[in-house]
């Protein structure tokens, strides 16, 4: 997991954790701390079995959210229309911003893996830009 993100509209997350108890993790996203919107909607991606897998490949035009990879790991890409970074996610207490304006794709994921969301907002099909070409207009608007 690197700790520098170099895109806009991201950043590194770090929840809460404590490791000092014999009987696990706990790890915590708080609004106020390391959260710092409402969250209005939680979703987690798991059985990530086919290693063909590829999901994201949109940008969002407003909504906030940040991503953990809490189990295993994958490969997180992002691109702001100028600078792309891949980032490896494979520890779970780093989560990372995905605000507005940025081209994310998630690929290579472990079999093991599983993917934990926070959003601002609830679902909402019009927010999504699903085309790169349209993403790459919309953010010279
Ligand atoms: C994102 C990345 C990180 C809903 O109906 N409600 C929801 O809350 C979500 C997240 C999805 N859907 C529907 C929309 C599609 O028909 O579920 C289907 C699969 O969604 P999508 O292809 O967008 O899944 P991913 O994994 O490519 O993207 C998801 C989120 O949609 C997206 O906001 O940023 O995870």
Redesign the pocket.
């Known amino acids: 997991m690197i700790k520098k993100i170099k895109v806009k509209n991201s950043g590194i997350i770090k929840a809460q954790f404590f490791n000092d108890f014999p009987d696990g993790n706990l790890a915590i996203a708080e609004k106020g701390k390391s959260v710092d919107f409402d969250i209005k909607?939680v979703?987690f991606?798991n059985n990530l079995f086919n290693k063909k897998t590829r999901?994201?490949?949109?940008a969002?035009k407003t909504?906030e959210?940040i991503?953990f990879c809490i189990n295993g790991y994958f490969t997180l890409m992002l691109d702001d229309g100028k600078t792309k970074q891949k980032i490896l996610m494979n520890d779970p207490c780093y989560g990372v911003r995905?605000g507005p304006k940025l081209w994310?794709t998630?690929t290579k994921f472990s079999p093991d893996c599983v993917?934990l969301?926070l959003?601002a907002d609830c679902?909402k099909?019009s927010d999504?830009l699903r085309d790169y070409d349209q993403f790459l207009k919309y953010i010279k608007q």
Do not use: D, K, P, T
Request: charged share 15%; net charge positive.
């Open positions: 909607r979703y991606i999901r994201g490949f949109h969002h909504l959210q991503i995905l994310h998630m993917i969301v959003a679902y099909e999504y």
